[in-house]
């Protein structure tokens, strides 16, 4: 059996977003998203995602960027200046081989994240990273953590299949260069963090088989997308992407993933891909249906 989760980012990020997402969902290959404790537009997504019972969500666990859900005083190591979260994933694993961030705090922090999607009245399907952050050095076993404590069956492991990387490529590349850097940054993740999928089963938490979008982030196209559903390997594969219509909030919010969003709308809703998705006898599922063992 074929099993494919595709898991839409950034939940919450703006209301432009979010409605991407649901187009995705409702008329695409979406299943599951991963939803912002600190997103600017956290009420709207919640309704969103208590309006469609068959979107799985999960939570995605932030340190790098908007303000902190805990109290202040009580995560500073993971603050700027001006109180805010702040720096990619290369400036976090610095600060943690530094020893300049506390690991007591990053749980601090996201058990209150996850405890204000719980208390938004969602059971999150899952855990993630932002940016991937869950899987630095010593963040896995934080994570892995809190997914114990507050019943969450799965984590996402951001290990890269190669030939499904290779699959996604297909097509004109808007940014070969960009997709090189991110493809680099897919092996380092296996470097950091390369028995994590062991921790998670060790703790019972259920992972998909295979991984990939990293290396496309931003630079999705229809032609790898095709190409990936029709040489998905058996097992379950998570294809991670960043829908989301262009809005005045998400223009001026710091991210660069802007017009890229729009056009993976536009993939993700493409009928022949989802025809396609029959064809091939693809089941699609989130990370719920996985941890039930179904």
């Given at each position: ?48 995602a208590l309006g469609r019972k068959s979107l799985g ?135 950091l963090a390369r028995d994590a999928r062991e921790q ?95």
């Amino acid at each position: 059996m074929r099993n494919l989760i595709v898991n839409a980012d950034d939940l919450g990020w703006t209301g432009g977003v979010n409605l991407g997402i649901a187009e995705a969902h409702g008329n695409g290959i979406v299943t599951s998203s991963s939803l912002l404790a600190n997103g600017e537009a956290f009420a709207s997504a919640v309704e969103l995602a208590l309006g469609r019972k068959s979107l799985g969500v999960g939570v995605h666990l932030n340190l790098s960027n908007g303000e902190p859900i805990a109290p202040r005083e009580l995560v500073t190591s993971l603050l700027n200046d001006q109180g805010t979260f702040a720096g990619g994933p290369e400036s976090i694993l610095m600060k943690l081989a530094r020893r300049s961030m506390l690991l007591s705090e990053v749980e601090e922090e996201w058990d209150a994240q996850i405890r204000k999607v719980r208390e938004a009245g969602i059971a999150p399907t899952h855990l993630d990273g932002h940016k991937h952050v869950h899987m630095l050095p010593g963040l896995f076993e934080v994570a892995v953590k809190l997914a114990k404590r507050h019943a969450i069956g799965g984590i996402r492991v951001s290990h890269e299949s190669s030939p499904l990387r290779t699959a996604l490529a297909t097509g004109a590349q808007r940014n070969a260069g960009k997709v090189m850097k991110q493809g680099v940054q897919a092996r380092g993740l296996k470097i950091l963090a390369r028995d994590a999928r062991e921790q998670a089963s060790h703790m019972g938490l259920v992972t998909t088989d295979y991984f990939c979008g990293i290396a496309q982030t931003g630079e999705l196209t229809r032609e790898g997308v095709e190409k990936l559903l029709r040489g998905l390997p058996d097992g379950t594969t998570e294809l991670m992407c960043h829908p989301g219509f262009l809005d005045g909030d998400l223009v001026n919010s710091e991210t660069r993933l802007q017009q890229s969003r729009a056009r993976e709308v536009e993939i993700l809703t493409d009928k022949a891909l989802r025809n396609l998705v029959a064809e091939q006898g693809i089941r699609l599922i989130d990370y719920g249906f996985l941890s039930q063992g179904a």
